[in-house]
């Protein structure tokens, strides 16, 4: 993180250092068109665009960071972890389920999705394919509880 903060701004830097060689090109040619004016039009563009790439990949890193820790809290409240949370033992609502059987229904969710793009759903009469067989484990039973009660008790 430290490294893509330090390519920030050091390309800022020299984005700034570059619109200043320009207006000071500018000044000197008296607004005129140069050689030199043209050169360091060419490195603002250049300065420019090195900026928009460390600022993409600024953004890619925050963004890692924050899918990250939307997970953690996923799974901090899906297991109960969460320190004084609402969702605790003893709140009300669903119930904590196991990492263990998160991390179950998360691959399958992620099987499912794949199986959906690829249009093999098997949604035989409409519907998402949940009971149609496609599931890789069969069809879903009738019952189904999402919520897993059984986990409520670990």
Same mark, same amino acid.
């Given at each position: 993180?430290?490294?893509?903060?330090?390519?920030?701004?050091?390309?800022?830097?020299?984005?700034?250092?570059?619109?200043?060689?320009?207006?000071?090109?500018?000044?000197?040619?008296?607004?005129?068109?140069?050689?030199?004016?043209?050169? @360091?039009?060419?490195?603002?563009?250049?300065?420019?665009?090195?900026?928009?790439?460390?600022?993409?990949?600024?953004?890619?890193?925050?963004?890692?960071?924050?899918?990250?820790?939307?997970?953690?809290?996923?799974?901090?409240? @899906?297991?109960?972890?969460?320190?004084?949370?609402?969702?605790? *033992?003893?709140?009300?609502?669903?119930? *904590?389920?196991?990492?263990?059987?998160?991390?179950?229904?998360?691959?399958?969710?992620?099987?499912?999705?794949?199986?959906?793009? /690829?249009?093999?759903?098997?949604?035989?009469?409409?519907?998402?394919?949940?009971?149609?067989?496609? /599931? *890789? /484990?069969? *069809?879903?039973?009738?019952?189904?509880?999402?919520?897993?009660?059984?986990?409520?008790?670990?």
């Amino acid at each position: 993180m430290e490294s893509t903060i330090e390519s920030l701004s050091a390309a800022y830097q020299d984005f700034i250092s570059a619109a200043t060689a320009v207006l000071e090109s500018r000044q000197s040619s008296d607004g005129e068109e140069t050689p030199a004016t043209a050169t @360091a039009l060419e490195a603002f563009k250049q300065r420019w665009e090195l900026l928009r790439v460390a600022c993409d990949q600024a953004e890619e890193l925050v963004e890692s960071v924050r899918q990250r820790i939307g997970s953690e809290c996923l799974v901090d409240e @899906a297991t109960g972890a969460g320190a004084g949370s609402a969702s605790g *033992p003893g709140s009300q609502g669903i119930p *904590p389920i196991s990492a263990v059987r998160l991390e179950q229904m998360s691959k399958a969710v992620r099987w499912l999705v794949i199986e959906l793009q /690829h249009g093999s759903g098997g949604a035989a009469g409409g519907g998402v394919g949940l009971g149609g067989g496609a /599931h *890789p /484990h069969g *069809p879903v039973p009738t019952g189904f509880d999402a919520r897993f009660t059984e986990d409520g008790a670990q």
